[in-house]
T-cell receptor, first 114, second 113 residues
Framework: GENVEQHPSTLSVQEGDSAVIKCTYS??????FPWYKQELGKRPQLIID?????GEKKDQRIAVTLNKTAKHFSLHITETQPEDSAVYFC?????????????FGPGTRLSVLP | KAGVTQTPRYLIKTRGQQVTLSCSPI?????VSWYQQTPGQGLQFLFE???????NKGNFPGRFSGRQFSNSRSEMNVSTLELGDSALYLC???FGPGTYEQYFGPGTRLTVT
């Protein structure tokens, strides 16, 4: 089955710096890759996603890149702010007309220091 | 549009008991997935339902079961509770199978004593 690895497990950056989180997946049939942000005591919130037919997607300060050949995808956050502090989860999904099976990475705890 | 809702939000049960959790998806969403979240194991997939049929199942024992109703609402049941079942149980809904965005509910915090 699918296996998703995520690095680093913890990341501390100074406010205004950039943060990069990388995930690798094992199943080449996976075709949808979302990123979730989870603040303490809250539900995971979808922040950006990318489908396998796209190499890069950007939304304001966050971007995601996908390398299908190497089977890895990365989250990039620029100009980090204290409110970006949270746990970030990547996921890989193999979706088709039958179903959609998400496998999540173990998470990265991001701390943005003021 | 209202988000995914889950009831109850908190639950305390004793070992050996059973529990039923409920999830109402976003209006128009027909696919519901369930996850177990623990500090040690992260987000673990339990099962996915679409059109009242289980479409995918994670690696959990048969004590964990679920169902989906014709209005897309879903329930999850855990029988013969064990201490290790203490976790946050999250459900998520999406429009349907395929590569659709999935949105999470607030979760049910289950504590087994």
């Amino acid at each position: 089955g699918e296996n998703v690895e995520q690095h680093p497990s913890t990341l501390s950056v100074q406010e205004g710096d950039s943060a990069v989180i990388k995930c690798t997946y094992s199943d080449s049939a996976s075709n949808y890759f979302p990123w979730y942000k989870q603040e303490l005591g809250k539900r995971p919130q979808l922040i950006i996603d990318i489908r396998s037919n796209v190499g890069e997607k950007k939304d304001q300060r966050i971007a995601v890149t996908l390398n299908k050949t190497a089977k890895h995808f990365s989250l990039h956050i620029t100009e980090t702010q204290p409110e970006d502090s949270a746990v970030y989860f990547c996921a890989a999904s193999k979706g088709d007309n039958y179903g959609q099976n998400f496998v999540f990475g173990p998470g990265t705890r991001l701390s943005v220091l003021p | 549009k209202a988000g995914v809702t889950q009831t109850p939000r908190y639950l305390i049960k004793t070992r050996g008991q059973q529990v039923t959790l409920s999830c109402s998806p976003i209006s128009g969403h027909r696919s519901v997935s369930w996850y177990q979240q623990t500090p040690g194991q992260g987000l673990q997939f339990l099962f996915e339902y679409f059109s009242e049929t289980q479409r995918n199942k994670g690696n959990f024992p048969g004590r964990f079961s679920g169902r989906q109703f014709s209005n897309s609402r879903s329930e999850m049941n855990v029988s013969t509770l064990e201490l290790g079942d203490s976790a946050l149980y999250l459900c998520a809904s999406s429009f349907g199978p395929g590569t659709y965005e999935q949105y999470f509910g607030p979760g049910t915090r289950l504590t087994v004593t």
